[in-house]
């Protein structure tokens, strides 16, 4: 019997847990899979040993491993696979396929360009944009909010669009923020390419309390819950169910 298991990345602010518990329940109800869990990578709790033991107390016979991230990056190449890896240790007759993260959909670029305007109904042509994403070492993520911030003025037609980086590569967001605000642009939208809230979404917030600037800076809500999201896990747990992949890790030089 098929389960499928969304893995969570995990926060310490107990609110974007339980917001990631409340998504994936939504997207539960959309999926016909006989068995559906949901666990985290860290910070958080039930566990991926968790979760797979669960999956397997309810009958699971091999488990679609969904990461629940937006983007290609350690966590989804290496950190999930790996601890997968240990986990299903002692399960040595149950097969484990695993999916891709959420990755570049136009769908996505929609649900930023929804929180954009739930901040303001019409956005001057003028104004600034400062896409924020959490940041990796990995250069696949730069790669990918490249073309998020291509695919995001194609639909908007907004020039003024810049990225930051909250950890790992830059620019980094404050770096950016403070570039930008040197040019005063009548109007900065802060737009995080975040799924919850959280502590990322908190230093944001701090930052822009502490920043003294005659700008009107306008901070956009995280993309939250959307139908287009769980319209796309549900296309990834079938592509993983289809294409059967395993737990290979990539070795990197």
Known sequence: MRAILYICHGSRVKKGQQAALAFI?????TEAAPIQEACFLELADPSIAEGVARCIERGATEIIAIPFLLLRAGHANVDIPVELQGVMVKYPDIPVYYGDPIGVDERMVDVLIERLHQTTEIV????????????????????????????????????????????A?????????ERLLEQQPKNLYILPYLLFTGILMKTIERTLQKTKTTTAIHLCPALGYDPAIHAILNERA???????????VPHYA
């Open 238 to 248: 079938n592509e993983a169910a289809e294409r059967k992949r395993g737990l290979d």
């Open 124 to 167: 001057p042509k003028d104004a600034s944009i400062l896409l924020i994403g959490r940041g990796s070492s990995d250069p696949a993520t730069i790669d990918d909010f490249a073309d998020i911030k291509r695919i995001f003025q194609e639909k908007t037609t907004l020039q003024n669009v810049s990225v930051g980086y909250l950890a």
């Open 169 to 177: 590569c830059g620019p980094f967001f404050e770096e950016e923020l």
């Open 25 to 29: 329940e939504k997207t539960m109800r």
